[in-house]
């Protein structure tokens, strides 16, 4: 013989594996009739449709102030046997059907299989996990505090939960060049695009892949052979790539010791100064380079390392001549323990030397 808990349970189980419009429908209803029932045994303050809705929803879900409660013998009967297992059963299983779809979205979430291509815009994307340069790689982003906000999505190949939750996005692919992967990473709306596959040929195909898409974003790849990067930057002149340096970071560390603790720091966010980037206003006149040295040093204790006309720096020029002369929307590369933003650097000043 079925229990009352074994047939409540089976009708929750019901009701969750309703549709939401069936659902709701259903608990408007029960809403609906409740009054009435209300209404026609003259249960006229439990009947205010300014209370009504206040006295049902507290009912339903069982947290029962005592503030209001029906009068007279044919309301408590009403209250008793239709108000209170209907809207306690259909409370519960409204709730349920909510707490389902958080836990699909989260667990979704955690197994990259979410489609974020209406969620986001402006963001930057990594394609390629290596569990500990990846890790490293988003603790370096984070690192910079003063970077422009931007969500950060990773896409990766390997079976795995979403590595960081709490800073990132995560998209699971089979392939990091498909179709369904660039789309469900909005990747035709993102701004910095890391490219870092399990080899050159897979970081060649997928950076082919996202040119083909006509992304604005800046596509930056890593590359272990040469050839692939200049092969990439034939088909690609706006892709950035770097190429492992490793043989000649040993060779600059045997004939100048410590070398290879500077190149380390340069481009560490979370310790020393690092090597960032900033654009020159459009409306900036221009100065020297010897005049950009002083300032920066000066009053931001920065240093100056040179200049680019290019987002790309195809056209980096490193510790430029002192009568070299910075021009507006040139991208200055130095040295600080922080970011520095456009608006903290007093243009005027530099203009007039």
Same mark, same amino acid.
């Given at each position: ?27 408007? !209803?029960?809403?609906? /009739? ?27 879900? $069982? ?8 009068? $007279?013998? /044919?309301?408590?009967?009403? *209250? ?14 409204? =709730?349920?059907? =909510? ?10 979430? !955690? ?12 963001? !930057? *994307?990594? %394609? ?8 490293? !790689? =988003? ?20 079976? %795995? ?11 699971? $692919?089979? &392939?990091? +060049?498909?179709?369904? +992967? ?13 490219? &870092? ?7 060649? $195909?997928?950076?082919? &892949? ?17 050839? %692939? ?19 000649? %970071? ?51 204790? +920065? ?15 490193? &510790? ?15 040295? +600080? ?17």
């Amino acid at each position: 013989m079925i229990s009352v808990s074994q047939y409540i349970l089976h009708i929750n189980r019901y009701l969750l594996r309703l549709q939401w419009s069936v659902l709701i429908l259903i608990l408007l !209803m029960h809403f609906s /009739a409740s009054w009435l029932l209300l209404a026609l045994v003259n249960e006229r303050a439990l009947a205010d449709p300014q209370l009504f809705y206040y006295f049902y929803v507290v009912t339903a879900s $069982t947290v029962g102030y005592g503030d209001l409660s029906p009068e $007279t013998g /044919a309301g408590r009967f009403v *209250v008793s046997f239709f108000v209170i297992p209907g809207g306690i059963t259909l409370f519960a299983a409204l =709730i349920g059907k =909510i707490t389902t779809v958080l836990i699909n979205i989260w667990r979704q979430s !955690m197994k990259g299989q979410l489609d974020l291509s209406n969620q986001l815009h402006d963001h !930057m *994307v990594i %394609m390629g996990w290596h569990k500990e340069a990846t890790s490293r !790689m =988003i603790d370096l982003i984070f690192g910079d505090l003063k970077r422009t906000p931007r969500d950060v999505v990773l896409v990766a190949t390997q079976t %795995m939960d979403n590595p960081d939750p709490q800073r990132i996005h995560f998209i699971r $692919t089979d &392939n990091l +060049a498909s179709a369904d +992967a660039c789309h469900r990473a909005a990747v035709t709306k993102a701004e910095r695009i890391i490219i &870092n596959g399990q080899n050159d040929d897979n970081t060649l $195909t997928t950076a082919l &892949n996202l040119v083909a898409t006509q992304t604005k974003a800046h596509i930056v790849c890593h590359f272990h052979n040469r050839s %692939m990067a200049l092969l990439l930057q034939a088909h690609a002149p706006r892709a950035e790539c770097h190429i492992s340096t490793t043989t000649e %970071m040993l060779v600059r560390s045997a004939q100048d010791p410590g070398s290879s603790r500077i190149q380390g720091q340069l481009l560490d966010t979370l310790t020393g100064p690092t090597q960032f980037s900033l654009q020159v206003p459009k409306e900036f006149s221009g100065c020297l380079f010897s005049t950009l040295i002083n300032q920066f040093k000066n009053y931001h204790d +920065a240093l100056a390392l040179g200049v680019a006309g290019s987002i790309h720096g195809d056209d980096l020029l490193l &510790n430029p001549p002192a009568d070299y002369e910075v021009k507006s929307e040139q991208l200055i590369y130095y040295m +600080a323990t922080q970011r520095l933003l456009a608006v903290e650097i007093d243009w005027q000043r530099l203009q007039a030397g």
